[in-house]
Structure formats: C-alpha cells, structure tokens
C-alpha cells in the first residue's frame, strides 16, 4: 500500500479522534502518505479529501465528535455509487483505507474491497452492536455519560419518592443499558433481547417501594419502545409518581473515556501496520481483552448477543 486514507462514517462516537490521530500518526512514522476523507462515503463521492500531517491531528485526542466529520450515506449502498467511490479513490491514488464505524459502514468497505481497494475495518459506535468484537469505540464513554445521568436522576428520584424511567440508546441492542443499568444500580432494565412483563416490573418496584425504597430508576433500551408509554403504565398500574427521561443525543458527544482512548489508539495504529503488511479484509475488535483481527463477512455476522450472565446478575442485586 502506498497511499492510505481514513474515514468516519455512520453515527459519531466519543474516540473516533483518538482512532483518527493513531492512523495517521502510525502512516507517518512508516513513512507513508496518509489522506484524511471528510463525511464518510458522501465526502469520498463529493472528493473531499486532503493530505494530513502530524500537527493535522493535534489537541484531539481528549475531543468527542470526529474531526473527520461523517454521514450516513445512501448513495453507497448502491453499486454506482460504490464504483464511483472506488474511482475516487483510485483517482487520489489511494489504494488502502481505513474505515472507522459500524456495520453499514463495513458493507461499503467490502464494496471497494471487490474494486481492488485495500481496507481495514476499526469499529465505532457506542451501541456495542457489532458482532465479531466485545467492544466498540465510543461504548465505554457513552455507558459512563449514562452512569452520570443515573446518578443524578436518582438524587431527585429519592428526595421526590419518585419512580424514573429513563431510556438510552442502542438501536436494537441493549449493551448501553445493561451495563449502565447494571453499574448504576437500576431497579429493572429492559432490553430487546429479553422478553418482559410490565406488571412483573410493576410488581418489583411495588416490593421496592414497600419496604422502603425512596426511588426506583427504570433502564430502557429504545429498542423496546416507548418510553413515554411505559412511564404512563407504570404510574398508572402502581400509582407511584413517574418521570421520563429520553437522555438522547448527549450519549453520542463527550470527552473520551481512557477505555475508549486507549482502544482506539491500539486499533488505529494496528490498522495501518496491517495495510502495510498487505492485509486487506479484516475488521479489528477486541475479544476476551486482547485486541484480534477477524474477517470483516464473520465480523458482521456472527452471534454477538447481550451477556445473560450480566443481566441476571443485575437482576439479583437490584431486588
Ligand atoms: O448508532 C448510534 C445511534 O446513536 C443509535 O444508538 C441511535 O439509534 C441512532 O444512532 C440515532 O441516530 P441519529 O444520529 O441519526 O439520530
């Protein structure tokens, strides 16, 4: 490979600069040339692309957001528009890439992967959705912003006596709420990958509420549904005063984590020294706490289910 480029696509995660800033530090030190593509596939197709240096990414790392700026972009999914990617990039001379995010942004990789691009897959998102690895960038810090919000939700929950329900994102997984749930000690968390009864979580909180309990925090993961709909049948089916919280995009933004730091250094300066060795194809993750290398088609396929272990656990120590 003589020529790499690196993007940001999909939703935005706390570390991607990091990730960024470890790509093209680590091109440079092997003495090759590194271009940054701004807005993901939309600026490759748009050629927005420019040369990075050192001072390029500089004063980032401690920054949410991603300098790179990105897109969902529905042109990509198309064969024209991956074939116009591709000339793009042949066009700049770049003939290995690094793509930074979550599935949908992988299934463009292997796109330009069939045009003869090199690519390297790092992934970002703090949903914690990604099949072939434990962990993503941007999971730790946004489970940490929801662990902050707990906190102070439950003050005013237990001055008030209230019941708060609070729903996180994670589109159709529920990795961010059971762990916040989890490390901020939720009365129940719901999650779509497991089935429940609002009046068995009814029937908690009033066992909760019965033997003293000032205030009950219920965790919902949006892939469950609506918040606002839950909070009005519990209030009504237990009487207790109920609040909603929707807690949003301020889940997305925020100073990384040294979690997320760290990770997102490892996998970019990983993903260069793969490139460079003629690697192309794979995504990196993390497994049982070591970084690893898997191919990007098991990446987006194989079963990577929430830990039951974890949920049952939480259950317990939150009767
Ligand atoms: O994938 C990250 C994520 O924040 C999901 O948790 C959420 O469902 C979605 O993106 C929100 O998307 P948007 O940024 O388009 O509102």
Known sequence: VQHIGVLTSGGDAPGMNACVRAVVRMAIY?????????????????????????????????????????????????????????????????????????????????????????????????????????????????VNTVLDAINKIRDTATSHDRTNVIEVMGRRAGHIALLSGLAGGAESILVPEVPFDVDVVCARLMRGHNRGKLHSIILVAEGVGSAVELGKQIEQKTGLETRVTILGHIQRGGSPTATDRIWASQMGSRAVDLLLAGKSGLMLGVRRGELVEVALDKAMTERHGLDQELYQLAGILSI
Do not use: W
């Open 30 to 142: 092997r003495k090759v040339k590194i271009s940054g593509i701004m807005r993901g596939y939309a600026g490759l197709l748009a050629g927005e692309m420019k040369p990075m240096d050192l001072g390029s990414v500089g004063d980032i790392i401690h920054r949410g957001g991603t300098l790179l700026r990105t897109a969902r972009c529905k042109e990509f999914y198309e064969p024209e528009g991956q074939e116009r990617g591709a000339r793009r990039l042949q066009e700049a001379g770049i003939d290995g890439l690094v793509v930074i995010g979550g599935d949908g942004s992988f299934r463009g990789a292997q796109a330009l992967m069939r045009h003869g691009i090199s690519v390297i897959g790092i992934p970002g998102t703090i949903d914690n959705d990604i099949p072939g690895t434990d962990y993503t960038i941007g999971f730790d810090t946004a």
